[in-house]
Structure formats: structure tokens, C-alpha cells
């Protein structure tokens, strides 16, 4: 009886041969696979709680509307333009969130077309290869502590263009002006430089000399950041 009415209620020739225990089995092994995946994006990142939800419940979303599709190459098309409108709905993200998420739909797509051996399989090597690549040092770079960005503010009559060149010389290996902006009226300019230290431990002597340039005026150093809408 309960196999009926799923059947009836699939009447429209979308999936009169999917069956209610194939569809929760379909549904459950997404579920524990989203979970799989969740946890192995936690490993050795940071992350939200909204993210990991979201990474959780995707492959039974994606699972569901494959079911649903079932080879009509029209509504096929249909689902296909609803996930393109998905990215001006959501904030940019950072590559490892992208990349969980193409790994979230495609154990979707494989769970959703039965495969559901292959898409254990697929989930393990996956997440372990994500795990295994976020412990390792596989692209971090060694010098990063050496890129800084340093603001500083100097009087309105010093020459900001090449304010502190010769000190930068002797403890950077290259300094760029990235900003300029006038302060107090406009007899202050603060600038802002993105530099990379010679070495780190003669920090606190480059920023002694150039207090004494522009007047022991406010100066800070702080660590360069990736963007998130970096790739």
C-alpha cells in the first residue's frame, strides 16, 4: 500500500520504477556520506557550522533531484539552470570550501544513479586524499611570515613617494605602495606598503628608524592575508 501511493504520487512518468526502499537507501547512504565528508573537511581547517550543515546535507539534495530527473532530458535541463543561479545566491569562497562542494555533488550524482559502492569508494579515497593533503606541507610556503603589510602615517610636507625607500632597502627584499590617504584634515597621509622582510628578527629596528623619519608617528605591521575570493 505505501509502495502504491509513492507511485502514485511519481505519476507523472519521472520515476514509475523507483521504489520506496530503493529511494531511502539511496537517501541514507547520502546522508552517512555527507557526514563522511563533513567530518573530513573539519580536519586540520577552519570552518562554520553553517558550512559543515550545509556540506552534510548537499549529496541527499543532489541524491533526490537525480531520483527525481531519472533520464527526462527536459526537466533534466531544468534542475541543471536552477544550480547555475545557486552562485549568485552564496558569498565567494575559498578553494578547499569549492572543492568539498564539487565533492559533495558528485557522491550526490553517484549515490543518485545507484552507484552506491562506488560512491563509498569515491567518498573514502576522496576525503582521504583531502585529509592527508591538508596535514601534509603540500603548498605552504615556508617565507609567508616574511610578507607583511606596513602602515604608516607621515606629515603632509614629507614626500610620500619615496618616504622611507633607503630604510626599506637595508631590511626589505621588495617594499610596493599599495594606498595612499590623506587624514586630520589633510595634513596627514597615511601609507600603506606590502613588504617582505630580509629577516624577521630586525623588524623592530626598520620601524625605530622610520619613527624617527616622520616624527614617531602611528606605524603598524601586521601579516599579509589571502583573500577569500582568492583562488
Given amino acids: 500500500m505505501l509502495e502504491a501511493l509513492f507511485q502514485m504520487s511519481l505519476g507523472s512518468g519521472l520515476a514509475t520504477d523507483l521504489h520506496i526502499t530503493d529511494f531511502l537507501l539511496c537517501l541514507g547512504c547520502a546522508l552517512v556520506l555527507g557526514l563522511v565528508m563533513s567530518f573530513a573537511f573539519m580536519f586540520h581547517t577552519r570552518y562554520t557550522k553553517s558550512f559543515v550543515v550545509t556540506l552534510a546535507l548537499l549529496p541527499a539534495v543532489v541524491c533526490?533531484?537525480?531520483?527525481?530527473?531519472?533520464?527526462?532530458?527536459?526537466?533534466?535541463?531544468?534542475?541543471?539552470?536552477?544550480?547555475?543561479?545557486?552562485?549568485?545566491?552564496?558569498?565567494?569562497?575559498?578553494?578547499?570550501?569549492?572543492c568539498m562542494l564539487f565533492l559533495a555533488m558528485g557522491t550526490g550524482l553517484i549515490t543518485g544513479m545507484g552507484y552506491l559502492g562506488y560512491a563509498v569508494l569515491f567518498t573514502l579515497i576522496l576525503c582521504a586524499a583531502f585529509c592527508l593533503y591538508n596535514w601534509s606541507a603540500l603548498g605552504e610556503d615556508r617565507n609567508a611570515a616574511a610578507y607583511k603589510v606596513l602602515s604608516g602615517i607621515i606629515p603632509e610636507d614629507l614626500d610620500y613617494t619615496g618616504v622611507f625607500d633607503d630604510i626599506f632597502d637595508g631590511y626589505t627584499s621588495s617594499a610596493q605602495l599599495v594606498h595612499v590617504k590623506t587624514t586630520s584634515m589633510g595634513s596627514?597621509?597615511?601609507?600603506?606598503?606590502?613588504?617582505?622582510?630580509?629577516?624577521?628578527?630586525?623588524e623592530k629596528e626598520m620601524i625605530d628608524l622610520m619613527r624617527c623619519r616622520n616624527g614617531n608617528l602611528e606605524i603598524s605591521v601586521s601579516l599579509q592575508e589571502s583573500m577569500n575570493t582568492e583562488l
Avoid: H, W
Avoid at 531520483?67 to 578547499?96: D, W
Fill in 64 to 98: 533526490v533531484i537525480i531520483l527525481m530527473v531519472n533520464g527526462n532530458v527536459g526537466t533534466g535541463v531544468a534542475v541543471a539552470g536552477t544550480f547555475s543561479l545557486v552562485r549568485f545566491r552564496s558569498i565567494p569562497g575559498t578553494s578547499r570550501e569549492i
Fill in 188 to 202: 596627514l597621509f597615511r601609507l600603506t606598503y606590502q613588504i617582505r622582510l630580509l629577516d624577521a628578527v630586525k
